[in-house]
Nanobody, 128 residues
Framework: QVQLVESGGGLVQAGGSLRLSCAAS????????MGWFRQAPGTERAFVAA????????YYEASMKGRFTISRDNAKNTVYLQMNSLKPEDTAVYVC?????????????????????WGQGTQVTVSS
């Protein structure tokens, strides 16, 4: 069974940085695609970024590209989300998710239904 455990969230001032980690268990890690999503109170879960673990190919929600960087360490079964120049509107619970295999279309990266496993999330709060 796959387990995903996020860490690294916290309280940061606007303009600051945080690095989130997602540690995964399970034998399918290296052949998976990992994604980060976020959910603010009263909103739907929104796509942030994704990475295909075999190739390292990355995919970002357009408004976050340039500020956020997703990376992976396959030896540690861990995916990271480096977040820079944080804004109060980045405040949310950040959740990582695992998709088995590589999506057939790039639109699938941002589609929650294609992810099979989800973590519990880590809270990120950005103060103004």
């Amino acid at each position: 069974q796959v387990q995903l455990v996020e860490s690294g969230g916290g309280l940061v001032q606007a303009g600051g940085s945080l690095r989130l980690s997602c540690a995964a268990s399970g034998r399918t890690f290296s052949t998976s695609t990992m994604g980060w999503f976020r959910q603010a109170p009263g909103t739907e879960r929104a796509f942030v970024a994704a990475i295909t673990l075999s190739s390292g190919s990355t995919y970002y929600e357009a408004s976050m590209k340039g500020r956020f960087t997703i990376s992976r360490d396959n030896a540690k079964n861990t995916v990271y989300l480096q977040m820079n120049s944080l804004k109060p509107e980045d405040t949310a619970v950040y959740v990582c998710a695992q998709m088995i295999g590589t999506p057939a279309r790039t639109t699938y990266y941002s589609t929650t239904n294609y992810y099979s496993y989800w973590g519990q999330g880590t809270q990120v709060t950005v103060s103004s």
